[in-house]
């Protein structure tokens, strides 16, 4: 059986992580992940084999500590209004 591929967020912080399943069972975890890796034609090809110490983390907490997440497609994201740019702040230096 092919292994299957999803993004699931760490319901704790909310980071996202792409899994690899086989059988039902996490074989391989990578991540977190930037937003701007979360493409699902990105799957197969993460590293999930060198966090390995990972894949029992995750698995401990399954599945109440997880939740699937799909990112938006190219398409959904091209309809999407711009965001208004962010107001500039100004920062001291801490002394």
């Given at each position: 059986?092919?292994p299957t591929y999803q993004f699931w967020q760490f319901v ?11 059988h039902d069972d996490v074989s391989g975890i990578c991540g ?26 995750a698995q401990e907490h399954e599945p109440e500590g997880w ?29």
């Amino acid at each position: 059986m092919e292994p299957t591929y999803q993004f699931w967020q760490f319901v704790t912080s909310g980071d996202i992580f792409a899994v690899r399943l086989e059988h039902d069972d996490v074989s391989g975890i990578c991540g977190p992940l930037h937003r701007t890796e979360l493409r699902r034609e990105n799957l197969p090809d993460f590293d999930y084999d060198d966090q390995r110490d990972d894949v029992a983390w995750a698995q401990e907490h399954e599945p109440e500590g997880w939740r699937m997440f799909e990112p938006p497609t190219p398409e959904a994201l091209s309809n999407q209004a711009p965001r208004p740019a962010a107001q500039a702040s100004t920062v001291s230096p801490i002394t």
